[in-house]
């Protein structure tokens, strides 16, 4: 794991040799191992490295022999001994071990067309000199990072975090609007925008072709996951299968050279993993997790049951109720808007298993491509509703329900009768990017000031969720919602918080259930395997039985989050009133203040619990008081 930079002068002028040199040394948390450069013509490449594989090799930027291939590298390919082979077969020599090297030969050997064969996760560039070409790929979920930026004077800029892009002298630090509208509905700007009018991320499964000669650059997909429900096999021929995918996606990460963990949860998708680990390990697997003092929070005996079964070297720090230090430093590490609070704990998990590993397999990706999330059951409840009212009934009588019914924020989602209105008042698609947002469209239309509202022109975040719909290519209500979040929720918020908050403590993070070819397998099956009635990730959890115990596979689910509610009216009662109503906030033209006053009170007060509002307007002052 690595971090990259590069710059690219469409005019053939060399890249100032101090200018590349500061863009990789701020990143150097994600690779202190070593640094290294490449300069020619009008293109530099950076790099800073976090060796993992092949120690005493795979520096770089890379040179093939020749002289004519070079690539800046982020990331890990699983498949690189199978390739490897594949391309000495064709004639191809090798001088290390590493699979950097494997992705620069096949570059060499299949052109733009190599990453269709690789898998893993990365964020590379390829200097083609030959061609006078640049390549740029991401990996397909949007694993590890890449944002770029056409700047003055033919300036093409690209690095693993935004900070690096920002230290050049033509950035334009100009604020996108409608990514305000975005990061207030979502918590997290979705791709390929960023809070930057200039700015973008490279979209995952997407590549970028520069032409040195012309500046054109042309933008491609190369790979999406089909929702297409073809599986004929039966329900037991399926459950087998699962389980060999997960075990051979899990066993293909653990291929390193340096000590090797996992994140233990005490959920069914990082017990899943730590058990096909134990399966593939002839030693004891290095296993740590977080707990905390408030009950409700706390899945650490869940955690400790499975590393007693498999025997693991296990580690649990319990985390205070009280420890917010590291609430004024998030903006250091995410660089842009961002307001999930369970950044929080995840920083502190990543502490903890850097102090025994480098390496560490996680859970993550199991909720999207299984259906674990406790909002697909509500989604489907109304899509019940739904097909059972025409439109017009839907708007008008739901929609006066959904208005003038009063909301209970303490009773249980699915008891919410002003949430469910609302949704049967609305389409699918608008119903879902409703039931995830965190200040609903009312809030947002209160929040923001009019001269805000002026500049946005109406524009609404649910464009982001309508674009994809359009993309998903099924009529299937369950995988359209898994499909919208793989798309926005999982690079944009889940992805994004664990690469940050791994890359701050120089540890490297590998996904198994996101492997490109396991999620679409999954796909290929019909909805009910996995969320049956009301139990999500059926087909998961019965290829488990027998490998986790039943009180792990079939308990709620609890999430990984931090007291904010208690937070606010307590501990950070003052802090919260000093950010939001800040001379930084109110003077940035955004905000009404009287309803920013208003949020305060009604959750300081009890009335109402605004604890993810008030967290996502922290989170942007912190932006913006390093913004300028």
């Known amino acids: 794991m690595c971090g990259i930079a590069g710059i690219i002068n469409i005019s053939g002028e060399t890249p100032p040799k101090h200018l590349l040199t500061k863009m990789t040394d701020i990143i150097e948390h994600r690779g202190p191992d070593g640094s290294g450069d490449y300069f020619s013509g009008g293109v530099a490449f950076g790099h800073r ?31 690189f001994p199978e390739l490897r082979e594949e391309l000495m077969a064709l004639g191809y020599h090798f001088q290390t071990s590493s699979d950097t090297e494997v992705i620069l030969q096949a570059y060499h050997a299949w ?11 990365f964020a590379y560039a390829i200097h083609d000199k030959k061609k006078n070409e640049v390549f ?11 944002f770029y930026a056409m700047l003055a004077e033919n300036n093409f800029v690209f690095a693993s975090e935004l900070k690096s892009l920002a230290l050049h002298p033509n950035f334009n630090n100009s604020l996108r609007q409608e990514s305000i509208e975005e990061y207030f509905a979502l918590g997290y700007v979705p791709e390929p925008h960023t809070i930057y009018k200039n700015v973008m991320k490279l979209e995952p499964g997407h590549t970028l072709l520069i032409n040195l000669g012309s500046g054109k650059i042309k933008n491609t997909q190369y790979w999406n996951i089909h929702f297409n429900t073809s599986y004929s096999g039966s329900f037991e021929d399926a459950t087998r299968e699962l389980d060999r995918r997960v075990e051979e996606a899990v066993r293909i990460r653990m291929r390193a050279d340096v000590p090797l963990g996992a994140f233990l949860s005490g959920g069914v998708d990082s017990g899943a993993v730590v058990a096909n680990m134990a399966r593939n390990s002839r030693d004891a697997v290095n296993t740590c997790s977080i707990g905390f003092a408030e009950a409700k929070f706390d899945e650490a005996d869940y955690a400790k049951k499975v590393a007693d079964q498999y025997k693991t070297n296990h580690q649990t720090k319990v985390v205070d109720p009280n420890d917010y230090s590291l609430v004024d430093g998030l903006m250091d590490y995410y660089d842009e808007p961002y307001a999930d609070s369970s950044a929080l704990p995840t920083f502190r998990v990543c502490e903890l298993a850097r102090q025994r590993v480098t390496v560490a397999l996680s859970g993550d990706g199991g909720d999207e491509n299984l259906a674990g999330y406790r909002r697909y059951k509500l989604h489907m409840f109304e899509e019940k509703m739904r097909g059972m009212f025409p439109v017009s009934f839907r708007r008008q009588v739901f929609g006066f329900l959904g208005a003038v019914y009063p909301k209970a924020d303490w009773a249980p989602r699915v008891f919410r009768a002003k949430t469910t209105f609302q949704g049967l008042a609305r389409s699918s698609v608008e119903s879902y990017f409703h039931g995830v947002s965190i200040f609903k469209p009312e809030m947002r239309q209160m929040l923001f000031s009019k001269s805000l509202k002026s500049d946005l022109q109406d524009y609404n975040a649910l464009e982001v969720f309508n674009r994809h719909a359009e993309q998903a290519e099924t ?10 979040d793989i798309k926005t929720y999982l690079p944009g918020d889940i992805l994004t918080k664990v690469d940050r908050a791994s890359m701050a403590y120089s540890l490297e993070v590998r996904v198994p259930l ?20 009301n139990e999500g990730k059926y087909i998961f959890k019965k ?27 307590n501990e950070l009662k003052e802090k919260i009133k000093e950010t939001v109503l800040s001379e930084q906030m109110l003077d940035s033209g955004y905000f009404e203040k009287a309803y920013l006053e208003r949020l305060i009170k009604d959750h300081q007060s009890g009335i109402r619990d605004y604890s993810a509002p008030l967290w996502t307007l922290m989170m942007f002052y912190q932006f913006l008081s390093r913004h300028g």
């Open 514 to 533: 996101l492997d490109h070819e396991l999620i679409g397998w999954i796909a290929s099956l019909p909805s009910d395997y996995k969320l049956h009635g």
């Open 543 to 569: 290829s488990l039985e027998g490998q986790l115990p039943n009180d792990i596979l079939y308990r709620p689910k609890m999430g990984f989050g931090v007291p904010l509610g208690h937070w606010f009216r």
């Open 136 to 146: 740029i790929a991401r990996d397909r979920l949007g694993i590890k990072p890449l």
């Open 49 to 79: 490295r976090l060796s993992i594989i092949d120690l005493a090799g795979g520096h770089q930027p890379m040179v093939t022999s020749d002289d004519r291939v070079c690539i800046t590298y982020n990331g890990e390919i699983y498949n």
């Open 111 to 121: 052109g733009p067309k190599s990453v269709e064969r690789i898998r893993g996760m």
């Open 475 to 484: 009529d299937d209500p369950l995988s359209l919602i898994q499909y919208l």
